[in-house]
């Protein structure tokens, strides 16, 4: 027999378990909800503000560059920048300042010689421990074990800690475009193994064959800096286009380096016979790279040549002989010296930016 006040006990236990089941599921479905209104408009917010953020980018970008394309506007260059007083010992140095202080003193271009150094136990125990470095890709100026201070230095300047002062220069600075030009005495392995150490290089690194540059011309400056895209390398070697380096001589006109030694030869003619400097090709115009040094730098010739000298000579001999075309790049020796007339490397850049 059933007992049924103990029945009648046992459902009312069910029934308030029920309920009280049914009021958590509806507490949770309610916060669920919520979060769910809530979290909605957050991500939106969120897209919001990264469209935001980059369309403050790209009007910053239009804003220090304007319209113009990059074979459009003009870089100050330093010659040999790797050989300088700040950096390492050299006794023969074509710069004063170190790689980084020239990017912040407004150099956008940098000239660098890559060798490889093959580890040297002799060079180690002969300079009492001050000479150990591993092999590895390094910026000399002929061979990396013949003269210190003339074709090497100490300490040895790696290429991929220069490569990571520039990155780092510009990871510091959104708005401004880098240019390397390497005369290359490495190998496309040994500069792939270089340059992929060095951090945040890929996602800065500008390739033309991505961007169609045969096909549409140089981008203009201001698309790189809102892409992203500012650094352009450059080498005299042209089996290294698969890692985004481009050939110089494909890719630009450029004249012969040197004023001689006097400095007085002022002419401007190509630097390649078959590559003149005014060379037109169809929907595409190369940069160009105009040297301005002698053979012999000396701080006292280079104030000599970097002030009225290079603003005529660019006026008189080579925007003629370019096909009426400002140089893309001005490249000097010890770029902060000038003759005293009120033109420097720097404002003779400047006054090529402010053309038309």
Known sequence: MVDMPMLHTRLRRHSV??????????????????????????????????????????????ARWGERRLDEVSFLTTHNAFTNYEDSRWSSANQAESVRNQLGNGVRGLSLDTHWYERSTWLCVISFGSDCYPSDVYLCHGGCKTFAGVTYALPRQSFHGTMQTVVDFLAAHPQEVVT???????????????????RGLPQMLFRADEWDVRQKGWPKVADLVTAGKRLLIFSDR???????????????????????????????????????????????????????????????????????????????????????????????????????????????????NARP
């Open 17 to 62: 378990v029920c309920l009280l089941l049914l009021a958590l599921l509806g507490t949770m479905t309610g916060a669920a909800g919520a979060a769910g209104a809530t979290t909605a408009p957050a991500a939106q917010d969120t897209t919001a503000a990264a469209a935001s953020a980059g369309t403050r980018a790209s009007g910053a970008a239009r």
């Open 180 to 198: 390397v030009f390497l005369e290359d005495y490495v190998s496309a392995g040994q500069l792939e193994n270089s340059l992929g150490r060095v």
């Open 238 to 352: 042209s089996d290294r286009e698969h890692l985004g380096v481009m050939h110089d001589r494909s890719w630009t006109v450029s004249n012969f380096w040197s004023l001689g030694d006097l400095g007085d030869d002022l002419s401007c003619v190509s630097r390649w016979p078959d590559v003149p400097l005014d060379r037109e090709e169809p929907g595409f115009r190369r940069l160009f790279t105009m040297s301005h040094h002698r053979n012999v730098p000396t701080v006292v010739t280079a104030a000599l040549d970097n002030g009225t000298k290079l603003r005529n000579r660019i006026a008189g001999q080579c925007r003629p002989a370019a096909g009426g075309r400002d140089p893309n790049f001005v490249s000097v020796d010890f770029h902060r010296q000038s003759d005293g007339s009120g033109h420097s490397p720097a404002s003779v850049v400047a006054e090529l």
